[in-house]
Structure formats: C-alpha cells, structure tokens
C-alpha cells in the first residue's frame, strides 16, 4: 500500500521526536508498519498525508463523537479564539461548561476543570487523600488512568499485595501505597477490605474498561464496590475519562445506578480539544485549594478554546435520542463484523455499549484483563492491517477500544462489513 508521504514524514520525526510519535501506541508498535499521517478528517473519514480515505473508528481515542471537523464545533472555537485565547481569570464558558456538567450527571455536586484526563484523575485521587487522610489507592488491572507516577503500576506475586511499577522513572516507594486488584472479581475486593479497609483512601476504576480492549463490568461487581467503599469510609472514584458522554448521556455510572463520590472526565467534554475535569461530592470538593487543604491549579485550566469546542459538542450529545442512534450504529458495526468472522470460519466476540465497541480473536468477550489477554494477537495484526489496506482506520492495538460517531452512516458501516469480509477471508487463507 502506498504510503510513501507518511514513510517520508515518519522517517523525519524519528530523528527529532522519540520513537516519531508524541504519544507511544501511534507509533503502531503492536501491529508493525508505517503511523499513517492524516492531513485532514471530515465526518467519519479522514484523509492521509497521501491522499488516501479511511473511515475512522478511532476519533482521536474517543473526544470525536460528533466526527471530525464539526462545522457547529468549529464555529464555535473560531469565534472564542477571535475574541482571545486564555485569560487565566474566571469566564463565563468555565461556568456554563460546570452548570452543564453537574446538571448531567447527578453524583456532580461541584467539579473543577484541567487540561488532560491524566491530571483529573491525579488530582482526584491527592484529592480523595487529603479528604481521608489515608494513603492507599487501589486500582484494578488493565485500567488506564493516565501516566501519573503511582497509576503506572501492575499487580505485585499475590492478589493482595501492593504493586510493582510498571515503567522506568518510578521508584517503588511511589506505588508502595496502590493495591491492584483483578477487574471484575469482587471476592478480592471483599479480602482486601476485611484486612486493609481503614487505610483505604479510594478506589478507582473504569466503570466500563476500555483501555484493556472493551471490557463490560457486572453489575454486582459495582455494586460491591459500593457497598464496601460506603462501608469502609473510602471515596469511589468513577473514572470516566473515556466512558463520559461516551456510552450514555448520563456516563456508565447513570448506566448502572451507582452514585460514586468522584468522577474524573475528560476526552468528549474537549470536542477533540484537551479538557479535563474531576468532580463529585460537594463535602470532599470543599478540601480544594483555595478552600480547603489540597492544593490543586493550571495556567491553562477552563481555557476558552478548548471549553467553546466541549460546550459545542456537550450539548448536542445531549439532546434526547442521540445515544439511541448511536448506539445502534455500534451494535449494527459489531453484529455485521461477528457475522463475517464466522462466515469465514474464525473464533471472534464482541461487544459494544453507547457509542464504543470491542472485538476480539477470541471465541467469547472477555471479564478480566488475563481474559482480554488471551486473545490470537497475530489475527488481530493482520486484520488491522488487511482494513487499513481497506480504508478502514482501527486502533494498532488489540487493546484499544473502538469508537462511533454520530457521522458514521449506512454507507460507511456497510463499506466497513465488507472490507471485513475481504479482510476475513484474507487471514484465513493465511
Ligand atoms: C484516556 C484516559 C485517561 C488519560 O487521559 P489523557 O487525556 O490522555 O491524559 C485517563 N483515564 C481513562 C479511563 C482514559 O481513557
């Protein structure tokens, strides 16, 4: 496949950016082969710095659920850009963007705005510290909360024990305090409350996980999560960074009925543009800086731009029926890809909730990270790319979710089902 523009451009950032990329999972280490660089995106597609067309399922890792270039989210961030970029003083857009965000999801007595997901949940989390005066933080594995020191941590030889980190740069002593548990499996989660329920500040997890591929949680696997947090005094935290605004308007947690007492976000409420926000019970926000004891700030917090870009896309998220369509959209992409997968013979599942999906070389979905895991990885890279070759953009990772956009039509599923009919019988024939 000709990707000679993206070979060329790739070839330069490898000398001036580490690896090529800005951020590691671009670089298509899982799936091998040449990043493709885009030039431009409209709708559901996006084009290449080749002139090639691809429909796109990744939407920039999720904040593109209306599609790329919005002409109404457009519109909005060039009129606020025109009238100024930052202030580093309170706006009116900050303010709208809070009202509207509390007013959606019910657990959202007060929230603050940042810049990234990874800093809503570091925040929340020294947060939900400082508001317990505790120390431990458990997470669970194959959750992604960001690369703050103390989330870059894996499970230690036991189920129980604390965690090992998992990248170079962070000393031990930094996860010493974060327990990682397995998803999904709420006898750990009993055992470890019985033996270390005072000492826990938080827990947090995704309340969907879509950073381990896509992984459905129980419903009695949050609703034991509640119950012990409420027990034991410790602060749930929903990060909601990718499933907010994301799987329904009122995120997993109004999905599944459970009240956590923080929630992080991030991704949709940028529109494609970096905002972060961390927020929950009023009690525990009022331990912020400049009212209470933890201290948290941003030069660039609640800016304008990125605000006007979120506002834009929020509301029309909101609007009733959004979800309903696109959410059918999902379903309808999954249900066409399981039926070519075993139209040619090969062990797949999926799965898909709002506007996010997974698919897997595996003959059921998986419930735990070491299920999601254990899945044909070498199928998975030559489907990557036999679509791409296809023009159709998927995550180059078998541990990414998938996403839709309210711009993904009839058209492109049916484009997408049958490039994966060619893409099918591609790998079969090895
Ligand atoms: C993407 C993501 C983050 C990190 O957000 P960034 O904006 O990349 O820092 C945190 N938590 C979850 C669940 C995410 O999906």
């Excluded at 005072?198 to 309340?207: F, G, H, K, M, Y």
């Excluded at 800016?303 to 998220?317: D, H, I, M």
């Excluded at 895991?373 to 296809?390: G, I, N, P, V, Y």
Aim: glycine share 12%; charged share 20%; hydrophobic share 45%.
């Amino acid at each position: 496949m000709a990707l000679e523009n993206s070979k060329f451009l790739f070839e330069r950032s490898l000398a001036r950016i580490p690896g090529g990329v800005n951020s590691p999972v671009r670089a298509f280490g899982a799936v091998g082969g040449t990043p493709v660089f885009f030039r431009e995106g409209r709708g559901a597609k996006v084009i290449d710095v080749d002139g090639r067309e691809y429909i796109d399922y990744v939407l920039s890792w999720g904040p593109l659920i209306l599609g790329h270039a919005d002409a109404q989210v457009v519109d909005a961030v060039q009129r606020t850009a025109a009238r100024g970029l930052s202030f580093g003083a309170p706006t009116e857009l900050e303010l709208e963007m809070a009202e509207l965000l509390t007013a959606s999801l019910p657990s959202l007595e007060q929230v603050r705005l940042v810049s990234s997901g990874t800093e809503a949940v570091m925040s929340a989390l020294r947060l939900a510290r400082g508001f317990t005066g505790r120390d431990v933080i458990v997470k669970f594995e194959g959750c992604y909360h960001g690369h703050s020191d103390f989330l870059l941590v894996k499970a230690g030889s036991g189920a129980l024990t604390f965690g090992n980190p998992t990248s170079a740069g962070v000393p031990a002593d930094i996860v010493a305090k974060t327990v990682v548990l397995e998803y999904n499996n709420p006898a750990h989660l009993e055992e470890l409350f019985a033996r270390h329920g005072s000492t826990i500040a938080a827990v947090v997890l995704e309340p969907v996980a879509g950073n381990m591929n896509f992984v459905k949680p129980t419903l009695e696997f949050h609703q034991v999560l509640r119950r012990l947090c409420t027990q034991h005094g410790a602060v749930l935290v929903f990060d909601e960074v990718m499933t907010g605004y994301r799987v329904a308007a009122e995120g997993a947690q109004g999905l599944f009925g459970i009240t956590p007492d923080l929630t992080t976000l991030g991704k949709v409420i940028g529109g494609g543009l970096p905002v972060g926000a961390f927020g929950g019970r009023r009690d525990i926000m009022a331990k912020l800086a400049p009212l209470g004891p933890v201290y948290q700030a941003g030069t660039l917090s609640g800016n304008p731009v990125a605000v006007s870009a979120g506002l834009a896309t929020l509301k029309r998220v909101l609007a009733p029926g959004f979800f309903d369509r696109l959410g059918a959209t999902s379903a309808k992409l999954v249900a066409g890809l399981e039926k070519e997968a075993r139209d040619a013979g090969i062990a797949f599942s999926t799965a898909s909730l709002g506007g996010m999906f997974g698919f897997f070389f595996r003959s059921a979905a998986p419930r735990t990270f070491a299920e999601a895991m254990d899945s044909d990885r070498e199928a998975f890279k030559r489907f990557f790319h036999a679509m791409l070759d296809r023009g159709v953009y998927l995550a180059p990772s078998a541990f990414e979710a998938g996403f839709v956009s309210s711009a993904h039509g009839e058209a492109e599923l049916a484009a997408t089902l049958s490039a994966a009919r060619a893409a099918f019988a591609e790998i079969r024939s090895g």
